[in-house]
């Protein structure tokens, strides 16, 4: 049985439990409990070098980093499509992958990081770096549908979650017509599971 640890308003874990449920992998979840330092005790760190969700544990394999997660469940059990081979479609979905890691994680992210959870970041440079990101990731999905290929892969679940909840970090997505869409797309895949919208409120 896979094994994820998560917590349910990290947009990391969410990311790894949305692939899961859209590829139907039988799964079980244990919530680690963030606030009261879960995740910096000695039995989480041998499972997370650095302390952060989510984990996958899948026998006795552990997986770290969500990203890293999303490639392992794709190249092991699901449809090799969701994570492809061919040189100049895997490219693509790495150069997103990197996004997710990057400017969607110091944009939307951090700016979510901050009206949600308190977060001593800089608010304004985050919302700044979201917007810029919207308005090209907005201008790249005019007339595709999908992030890296014709089909979804896991470079649309990663950069999915932070996106949609973005309005929780005051980043309005009413001025990008095409990214509304394409999020639109992907909840409307069979298994799409939605991540709990927080006190903030949350308006795609």
Not at 100 to 118: F, M, W
Request: one cysteine or more; aromatic letters at 8%; hydrophobic letters at 45%.
């Amino acid at each position: 049985m896979l094994t994820l640890h998560r917590h349910a308003l990290s947009g990391h874990s969410h990311r790894v439990q949305l692939f899961l449920s859209l590829t139907g992998l039988a799964h079980e979840i244990v919530e680690v409990d963030l606030p009261n330092g879960a995740h910096e005790q000695s039995d989480f760190l041998q499972k997370s070098l650095f302390g952060q969700v989510p984990v996958l544990e899948d026998g006795d394999v552990t997986i770290a980093d969500s990203n890293a997660i999303l490639v392992y469940l794709a190249r092991r059990y699901a449809n090799p499509e969701w994570c492809p081979v061919e040189p100049e479609t895997a490219a693509q979905v790495q150069r997103w992958l990197s996004v997710a890691a990057g400017e969607l994680k110091q944009g939307p992210a951090d700016a979510r990081l901050v009206t949600v959870l308190g977060a001593k970041l800089d608010h304004a440079r985050a919302k700044a770096i979201a917007q810029e990101l919207f308005g090209v990731l907005d201008g790249y999905l005019g007339g595709r549908s999908w992030l890296a290929a014709d089909r979804p892969t896991i470079a649309d679940v990663a950069c999915y979650t932070y996106t949609a909840h973005a309005p929780e970090g005051e980043v309005s997505l009413t001025p990008y017509p095409n990214i509304r869409d394409w999020l639109r797309r992907l909840e409307s895949l069979d298994g799409f599971v939605a991540m709990q919208p927080t006190a903030v409120g949350y308006a795609a």
